[in-house]
């Protein structure tokens, strides 16, 4: 394992791929009532969806990124110029429908978040081409591509085996978070990483995932497969499973200085950790290590706030680890 602390800022541009985001609206209420009104405060708004939280967090990092996003109607529009106004750099792909937009209310009281997400718009043949075709006209000199988040309703099952492709046929590496019949697809052209939660994991297994045992289970049939080079199942608040070709580490997560707030964009703030620092020269165990980090920094604010940078890089010291061999 590599001792050096790549630098991100030395690192190659990442490239991300969101193709249903969201306009995040964060509201803070005291306590859900049945009957009556239920007052809020905005607590945040920000343009959100798997590939542009990747992004955020890469930028937050101290790295690069760009983000390829779908952008349609008056909410499109309004995640645009949030992109802009965050200082993300992002290229846009116009569409014909509505962009979603995803609430998120957090009570005050409780500290319990509750994330309510819609399906979006429904995207034709033609739109799903040209995301196809900016993401490969974007790619350019990146190393590292994320294609995160859910499909959008009118997308072949197959989209991600196609940005698999488009990826490969550039020279790049494929770094791939999603879920539902798009996961086995996108598995089946083979990518370089794959990062899977309990819920995608046990869909691959066929039977509940609970251990650092079942997580093993996982990766090593993606890595016997070939349908990843680099498998990382996360299991919770146990930590995650980062396997290579050389064996499989336990990641134990570190204890929480705080109390858990929410645990939305923690999968997307683990993948940018663990994209920012490959792309920096990292080895995966590292930067897997740094991802289970940032992923319990993320759990420690509310809703879907970015975490606190210098908080993720003082838990790093907490991942414990345990390396298992090959049979």
């Known amino acids: 394992m590599s001792t050096a602390v790549p630098d991100p800022a030395a690192a190659g541009r990442v490239l991300t791929l969101t193709v249903n985001p969201t306009v995040d609206i ?31 967090g890469v930028a937050r990092l101290g790295g690069r990124a760009t983000a390829v996003h779908t952008a ?20 846009a792909v116009d569409i014909d429908g509505e962009t979603r937009e995803a609430l998120v209310l ?27 075709d900016v993401l490969g006209q974007a790619i350019g000199t990146s190393r590292y591509v994320v294609a995160s988040g859910s499909l959008p309703g009118g997308l072949p099952d197959d989209f991600y085996a196609a940005v698999a492709r488009r990826v490969k ?37 066929g039977r509940t995932v609970r251990s650092f045992d079942d997580a093993l289970a996982v990766n090593e049939q993606l890595l016997a497969t070939g349908a990843a080079e680099i498998a990382v199942t996360t299991i919770g608040d146990l930590g995650a499973l980062c396997s290579t070709r050389y064996g499989h580490t336990e990641l134990h997560a570190p204890p ?5 707030l929410s645990d939305a964009g923690a999968g997307d703030s683990m993948v940018a950790a663990l994209t920012v620092r490959l792309a920096a020269g990292a080895d995966p165990v590292s930067a897997c290590a740094l991802g289970v980090a940032v992923a319990a920094a993320s759990v420690l ?12 890089e003082s838990l790093r010291s907490d991942v414990g680890m345990k390396f298992r061999t090959r049979s």
């Open 26 to 56: 964060c509201w803070d209420v005291g306590h859900l009532v049945d009957i009556g009104k239920n007052r809020a405060r905005v607590r945040s708004v920000a343009g959100g969806g798997g590939g542009i939280n990747v992004a955020r």
């Open 72 to 91: 349609g109607r008056e909410t499109g529009c309004r995640l645009n110029r949030l992109l802009d106004e965050e200082g993300i750099d992002h290229i």
């Open 106 to 132: 957090f009570e005050t009281e409780s500290h319990r978040s509750h994330h309510i997400v819609p399906p979006g718009p429904r995207l034709d043949d033609h739109e799903g081409r040209r995301c196809l």
């Open 169 to 205: 046929a550039a020279g790049a590496r494929l770094v791939l978070d999603t879920s539902g019949p798009a996961l086995r697809q996108g598995l089946g052209e083979g990518v370089f990483l794959f990062r899977c939660n309990r819920t995608e994991a046990a869909e691959l297994l």
């Open 256 to 260: 929480l200085p705080g109390e858990l």
């Open 301 to 312: 604010t509310p809703g879907t706030e970015p975490f606190d940078r210098g908080v993720a």
